[in-house]
Nanobody, 115 residues
């Protein structure tokens, strides 16, 4: 299983920005899909954004136009740039990777949007 380590979470005011990073323990060329999910207190984990080996990108409707997923193959890292953030973006954000043998998850990073 690939190991994933997230960073970049924290507290931000409404309208502010954060960038999350997810570093993989191996080349992300071998990973079919990478992405971000989030889980708010008392709610299910839901998709935020994914990016495939072929750079096909998918966003949840709630973040379209505000969040951008990207990757740096040389650094084996996937990023999530979050702009114009809203209180409803508050959640634990998890990095996700899908390979032939199954899925891997990071430990999660807390993002809180509050004034």
């Amino acid at each position: 299983q690939v190991q994933l380590v997230e960073s970049g979470g924290g507290l931000v005011q409404p309208g502010g920005s954060l960038r999350l990073s997810c570093a993989a323990s191996e080349s992300i060329f071998t990973i079919y899909v990478m992405g971000w999910y989030r889980q708010a207190p008392g709610k299910e984990r839901t998709l935020v954004a994914t990016i495939t080996q072929g750079d096909l990108i998918n966003y949840a409707d709630s973040v379209k136009g505000r969040f951008t997923i990207s990757r740096d193959n040389a650094k084996n890292t996937v990023y999530l740039q979050m702009n114009n953030m809203k209180p409803e973006d508050t959640a634990v954000y998890y990095c996700y990777a899908l390979k032939t043998l199954g899925a891997s998850w990071g430990q999660g990073t807390q993002v809180t949007v509050s004034s």
